[in-house]
């Protein structure tokens, strides 16, 4: 008989993060034929992720442009991924989150009438312009989707007030950290030499602080105001240290390399998964406008201050172990100073927890496929997600 067939779609870094371990759970599974398309949104930092977790793909549409805009991406993408799903005829369609992959993919998936599974769906901030413009790319790809695997509960009710069918939607926890799982348990080598030296160099004072900035929404006065409690936090602060693996986009590398000229200001470029892993599990806290990090900083007990205004991921903030600080210069350098100077404050904000799920949420996605599929009867109770 022929094996049912599914197809894994990504084209950023992020994604691949988070559907590598559901694409190797899937090729662990003898009954299953997986098969991975990436669109290359990204192009050098998807390939430094795939390298890191032994990922090569069997269709690349290779869509990246500089200066890339969405609409012409959208539309590039459309008919480069019909003409995939013709030609790997797939049972099932799986994307995550919220890029315009994931969008367009569900969108030309549907066309072909093949069935979608949405890894991390019914995340919400309820605000269409934060994050931008992927609020908008996770409603409509819900709209598209037979499958929905959301990761907590929160996400889980979203989904039903939508109208999504009780059903159709399955409580899985997050798969990042299933990739931090997998990270963790392998042997850690330097691919930057600058961040290895860098760490070594700290001082037995030194407070060591993880920073990301990416978000469209952030760009222009946003990061520069972002820039600017990062210049007070320098001044305030002497044993402070910034690790900052720089963004390739040109409207962030042009801000932060023209602001933060300061020696304990670590500009780095883009880290592989590993180095980044291993940064954050040496650091004393992140200031961060990735979802990713708000995810990976709980699983590893490391407060998260949130550069942004509104978030899609509340449980961390409602746990009071990240706290959202918008793009205000005050509120950053009010909540990190605290982190900085109050062990108290610190101790409450730096314990891991398990709001994101346990590492076992690509095994349950897996098999709810394989359930769809009708490679099994049905669900045991221990593949629903209590985290």
Same mark, same amino acid.
């Given at each position: 008989?022929?094996?049912? %067939?599914? !197809?894994?779609?990504? @084209?950023?870094?992020?994604?691949?993060?988070?559907?590598?371990?559901?694409?190797?759970?899937?090729?662990?599974?003898?009954?299953?034929?997986?098969?991975?398309?990436?669109?290359?949104?990204?192009?050098?930092?998807?390939?430094?992720?795939?390298? /890191?977790?032994?990922?090569?793909?069997?269709?690349?549409?290779?869509?990246?442009?500089?200066?890339?805009?969405?609409?012409? !991406?959208?539309? +590039?993408?459309?008919?480069?991924?019909?003409?995939?799903?013709?030609?790997?005829?797939?049972?099932?369609?799986?994307?995550?989150?919220?890029?315009?992959?994931?969008?367009?993919?569900?969108?030309?998936?549907?066309? #072909?009438?093949?069935?979608?599974?949405?890894?991390?769906? @019914?995340?919400?901030?309820?605000?269409?312009?934060?994050?931008?413009? #992927? #609020?908008? /790319?996770?409603?409509?790809?819900?709209?598209?989707?037979?499958?929905?695997?959301?990761?907590?509960?929160?996400?889980?009710?979203?989904?039903?007030?939508?109208?999504?069918?009780?059903?159709?939607?399955?409580?899985?926890? /997050?798969?990042?950290?299933?990739?931090?799982?997998?990270?963790?348990?392998?042997?850690?080598?330097?691919?930057?030499?600058? !961040?290895? %030296?860098?760490?070594?160099?700290?001082?037995?004072?030194?407070?060591?602080?993880?920073?990301?900035?990416?978000?469209?929404? /952030?760009?222009?006065?946003?990061?520069?105001?972002?820039?600017?409690?990062?210049?007070?936090?320098?001044?305030?602060?002497?044993?402070?240290?910034?690790?900052?693996?720089?963004?390739?986009?040109?409207?962030?590398?042009?801000?932060? +390399?023209?602001?933060?000229?300061?020696?304990?200001?670590?500009?780095?470029?883009?880290?592989?998964?590993?180095?980044?892993?291993?940064?954050?599990?040496?650091?004393?806290?992140?200031?961060?406008?990735? @979802?990713?990090?708000?995810?990976?900083?709980?699983?590893?007990?490391?407060?998260?201050?949130?550069?942004? %205004?509104?978030?899609?991921?509340?449980?961390?903030?409602?746990? @009071?172990?990240?706290?959202?600080? $918008?793009?205000?210069?005050?509120?950053?350098?009010?909540?990190?100073?605290?982190?900085?100077?109050?062990?108290?404050?610190?101790?409450?904000?730096?314990?891991?927890?398990?709001?994101?799920?346990? $590492?076992?949420?690509?095994?349950?996605?897996?098999?709810?496929? +394989?359930? %769809?599929?009708?490679?099994?009867? $049905?669900?045991?109770?221990?593949?629903?997600?209590?985290?």
């Amino acid at each position: 008989m022929t094996k049912p %067939r599914v !197809l894994v779609v990504f @084209g950023t870094r992020p994604e691949v993060i988070k559907l590598a371990p559901v694409l190797h759970e899937l090729r662990r599974r003898e009954d299953l034929d997986a098969r991975l398309c990436v669109t290359a949104q990204h192009r050098e930092m998807l390939d430094q992720m795939m390298a /890191n977790f032994g990922l090569r793909p069997d269709f690349d549409l290779n869509l990246m442009e500089p200066e890339q805009d969405l609409n012409r !991406l959208s539309c +590039r993408a459309l008919p480069r991924i019909q003409a995939v799903l013709k030609a790997a005829r797939p049972d099932f369609l799986v994307v995550q989150g919220d890029t315009t992959t994931t969008f367009v993919s569900a969108l030309a998936a549907f066309y #072909e009438r093949v069935p979608v599974a949405h890894v991390e769906a @019914g995340l919400r901030s309820f605000d269409r312009s934060n994050p931008y413009p #992927e #609020e908008i /790319n996770r409603v409509m790809t819900a709209r598209l989707c037979e499958l929905h695997f959301a990761p907590t509960e929160t996400a889980r009710r979203n989904l039903l007030t939508e109208g999504i069918r009780e059903s159709d939607v399955v409580r899985t926890g /997050n798969t990042i950290v299933d990739a931090l799982d997998w990270c963790v348990s392998r042997a850690h080598r330097f691919a930057d030499p600058e !961040l290895r %030296r860098a760490l070594e160099a700290l001082g037995p004072q030194d407070k060591a602080v993880l920073v990301t900035t990416h978000r469209r929404e /952030n760009l222009g006065g946003p990061l520069e105001s972002i820039c600017e409690a990062f210049e007070i936090l320098l001044r305030t602060h002497p044993g402070l240290h910034l690790f900052y693996p720089v963004h390739m986009n040109p409207k962030v590398q042009a801000v932060v +390399r023209r602001r933060l000229r300061h020696p304990r200001a670590h500009l780095l470029a883009a880290l592989d998964y590993f180095d980044l892993v291993h940064l954050l599990r040496r650091c004393d806290f992140v200031l961060t406008d990735s @979802g990713g990090l708000q995810e990976e900083g709980p699983s590893l007990g490391k407060p998260v201050v949130v550069l942004r %205004r509104v978030t899609e991921r509340p449980e961390a903030v409602e746990a @009071g172990v990240a706290a959202l600080a $918008g793009t205000d210069p005050r509120a950053i350098v009010e909540i990190s100073s605290r982190l900085l100077q109050d062990p108290s404050f610190y101790a409450g904000m730096a314990r891991k927890v398990g709001v994101y799920g346990d $590492g076992k949420a690509s095994a349950r996605i897996v098999e709810c496929l +394989r359930h %769809r599929l009708g490679l099994r009867a $049905g669900m045991p109770e221990h593949y629903l997600c209590r985290a």
